[in-house]
């Protein structure tokens, strides 16, 4: 009986194999079938993007937030009927490798005119290379690392960039406190907060402020008091945290907890709502520079968020309102284009100037990074507010 | 003719099976002696970090960087396997899995030489380099009809192709030797094996490095094949994803890594239909194959079966 079963259940397992093998090839196969390109239907240019986001891992809620904002935006964009824009979206799970798979499958589909994505930093540094040799434009809405645009004439991004967040966040703190001392603490294994860590201490040099002490955690650590004890000893006037939210909230919680009561000043991934719910009045003190300010009563931002709050059910943030203008971005580019081939499309999105989005004037420079106006924040009573 | 069959996409999932094989029989090669090494993900980082530094700075051809970066993940191989393989089981385990984080956190933390986390950019491409190599000579793709930038990935994938059948042939030509069955019984009882004179610290030792040596190897090709690394493509998540490979398919047989490697690799991409689900998908699979199959999906014992099958059918 057991010999049957055993053999039974081998068999079954491997016909399961193969059927879920074989589903998969066909439905790959049917889907470039019915990816057929079309370039101008009624007169109006209608084009396909390819979406490389990280949807399934530890980071999901990223990719959640940018496809949701990607979703939004062709909705809008194609109700205002000028341009036609489907997407196609795929994986990466947050790993290099899987992305360059994503970029592959996208770039080998001749109908794509260009590629948003992928969601990480370290992601974009493996497939843009590709991207730039295959000569399909790429762009990052989240991705803001120093040195992405750099790597080929077909690769963008409207992220804004580190380099241009955190000197601004900077300059506006150290104007209103008078710093001249400053603490560093960064996250040295993660790619986000290594890059706000480069560019924190490029800056305070070039501000000649006195850099008291560099400070390092690790992804996951969730005791900060060694490295906080250090900073106090060392007596700064300003406290520059390259985090992340969940980190950057338990760092300034133990920091007010210690009696460390100077200001914050954080990048990119420090900027998020979570980390006043995360550290309540603790958080107050933190100041961080972006162009997306959800409290904001610019008319353009209510109405995204209430757009995106009643389609997705929650509040969006950064991340899902630049992906939500990168595509206002690729619509422009694609209307000024007037077809939906990858050369002239990358040659309108280059010369994209001042284009008016939610987050404000939106411009390419000649290397096809950001040039944009931030906002900087700061948290008080537990509110983020504009910093003045 | 050539230039539509050939897929870009096809082949670059294809190369990347190929590489993990590789992975999955540098756990497979020390397994096959009774040592669980966890290593991988660290030796692969040292491969690919090595041939990737030198191929950077000093612009030494890819082919030197590749062996360069196995050499030194075998060396570090021998340096760290002589005193650990006084450990076994789960202890071994445990210290590998250690070995592979110190590396990392090394990668994170030498600034200077591997830019931290931000990782290392501008790696020379393999695919890229073959193909300037062939104008050398005077080869252009569109002379077989094929696109430049297919040409990269077929090169890719051709020679990667060849290191497996090599480094197979290799250790099956190993199993059916001296040393493999010298390895085999050291798997079944080292104590045994020591009492009828097999010299067990040099054989765990040999297979040890070996299993370091492919790491290094698939690392140092995995760098030039993606262009881009950093630590974090080297974190004990790759290491657990190797080890699943080779306990997936099977640890008894040779055959076992490399069919886990395939269909493990190959599954993500055959699911993409699915988005959000095909995780999910994934460790369904996962966990009612090793309910099922505890010893993974080929042993000894199928390849037994079929073979007598086989061999039936071939007298009637």
Known sequence: MKGISRKLFSILSIIMLLLLAACGGNNTGSETNTNEGSSNKDGVVSAKFGVIAYLTGAGAAYGEAITNGLKLAQKDINALGEVNIELVIEDSAGKADQALNASQKIMSDDSITAIIGPTLSTEIFAVAPEADLNGIPIMGTSTTVDGIPEIGDYVFRNAVPESLAIPAAIEKAVERTGAKKVALIYGNDDALTKGGFDVMERTVKEMGLEITTIETYQDGQSDYNAQLTKIKNTNPDLILASALYNEGAVIMDQARKMGIDIPFVGGNGFNSPQAIEIAGDAANGLIVATPYFGESTDPKIVKFNEDYEAEFGKKPDQFAAQAYDGLFIYADALKRAGSADREAFREALAETKDLEGILGKFSFDEVGDVIMNVTVLEIKDGKFIEFE | MLGEILNTYYLQIGSFILINIMLAISVYVPLSSGQLSLGSAGFMGVGAYTSALLTIHFDLPIVIGIIAG???????????????????????????????????????????????????????????????????????????????????????????????????????????????????????????????????????VISFTQGAFFAGLAGALFAHVIGYISPADFSYHRAVEVLIFTVFGGSEVIIGSVFGAFFLTLMPEVLRFVSEFRYIIYGILLIVLMAVRPQGILDANLLKKIKIKRSKGGVR
């Open chain 2, 70 to 204: 196995a050499l030194a993940a075998s060396i570090l191989g021998v340096i760290v396997g002589i005193p650990s393989l006084r450990l076994s089981g789960v202890y071994l385990a445990i210290a590998t899995l250690g070995l592979g984080e110190v590396i990392r956190v090394i990668f994170v933390n030498w600034d200077t030489l591997t830019k931290g986390s931000v990782g290392l950019t501008g790696i020379p491409q393999l695919g890229r380099e073959i193909l300037e190599f062939a104008r050398g000579l005077g080869f252009e793709p569109a002379m077989i009809g094929i696109k430049n930038n297919q040409f990269v990935f077929l090169s890719i994938f051709i020679v990667l192709l060849t290191l497996v059948i090599v480094i197979l042939w290799f250790v099956v030509r190993q199993q059916n030797s001296r040393v493999g069955r010298a390895l085999s019984s050291i798997n079944q009882d080292d104590k045994a094996a020591e009492s009828m004179g097999i010299n067990i610290t040099y054989y765990k």
